[in-house]
């Protein structure tokens, strides 16, 4: 069994800067792509960075070159790095862990910028 936790997020103002944090326990023996994937109200859920297991990331346009994507094997974890954070970067948080064929979902974790 896998357990994934988030932490992180929280109130900013914009400009701002948060990290995120995800972290799976458990049964794991390898960990394939590490991704992070936002829901605004009334949006659908999408894809906003993502890392291979041989470190190759993908960004959303939208935060290319404010937000940063990271992983550490060793303590099979995904970070995520948001800086000059706007107000449209609001929205729940979600980090999403690929194991074997298996996809796991963390819980969400609000992030607020106001402006």
């Known amino acids: 069994q896998v357990q994934v936790v988030v932490s992180g997020g929280g109130l900013v103002q914009a400009g701002g800067s948060l990290r995120l944090s995800c972290a799976a326990s458990?049964?794991?023996?390898?960990?394939?792509?590490m991704g992070w994937y936002r829901q605004a109200p009334g949006k659908q859920r999408e894809l906003v960075a993502i890392?291979?297991?041989?470190?190759?990331?993908n960004y959303a346009d939208s935060v290319k070159g404010r937000f940063s994507i990271s992983r550490d094997n060793a303590k099979n974890t995904v970070f995520l790095q948001m800086n000059s954070l706007k107000p449209e970067d609001t929205a729940v948080y979600y980090c999403?862990?690929?194991?074997?064929?298996?996809?796991?979902w963390g819980q969400g974790t609000q992030v607020t910028v106001s402006s």
């Open positions: 999403r862990l690929t194991i074997a064929v298996v996809n796991y």
């Open positions: 890392i291979s297991s041989g470190g190759s990331t």
């Open positions: 458990g049964s794991i023996f390898s960990i394939n792509a």
